[in-house]
């Protein structure tokens, strides 16, 4: 796993006022989770400003962004750090970029696709899985809970799914 890896906390989802602020859509938990970082998008843009919207997002201002006009070209914009910066884990944490793109293997060893979504729909963290493509298409995607019983081990190369979850 590369240590300097762009990890995306949020985007830019639009404007806010007319002096430049600009709405976030969070990925991180919480506005605090931004407020250790004062520079995105290999320094790019600094925050100058930050508060919690009252509705799961925020309301930035970077001090590149002037008014309106400058932070309505921004929408859609994610803001990252390198994997590096990001706070050490504790035992069973994982940060959603480290999942994507791991390979996902069953209990008994066969190769069951790759991971490459996170999805948390209220309920918790769910791992989409897609496998390998077949004669040209695609493979078909599944859908994994990320819990011990789902996914009893993982590290930095593999997830492993137990027999049940890996949908046929």
Known sequence: MSTDRPVTLATITGAHGLGGEVRLKL???????L??????NDSALTLSKLKDDGKGGAIAR??????????EKL????????RSALPPLGEGEYYHADLIGLPALSTEGEALGTCIAVENFG?????????PPVDGKPGKKFMVPMRIEAVPEWDATRLVISAGFAAD
Request: zero cysteines.
């Open 27 to 33: 990925f991180s938990e919480g506005v605090e989770s």
């Open 35 to 40: 407020q250790r970082f004062r520079a995105f």
């Open 62 to 71: 970077f001090a590149e962004v002037p008014d309106r006009t400058a932070a």
């Open 75 to 82: 929408r859609g914009t994610a803001l990252t750090v390198p």
């Open 123 to 131: 309920a918790g963290d769910v791992i989409e899985i897609e496998r």
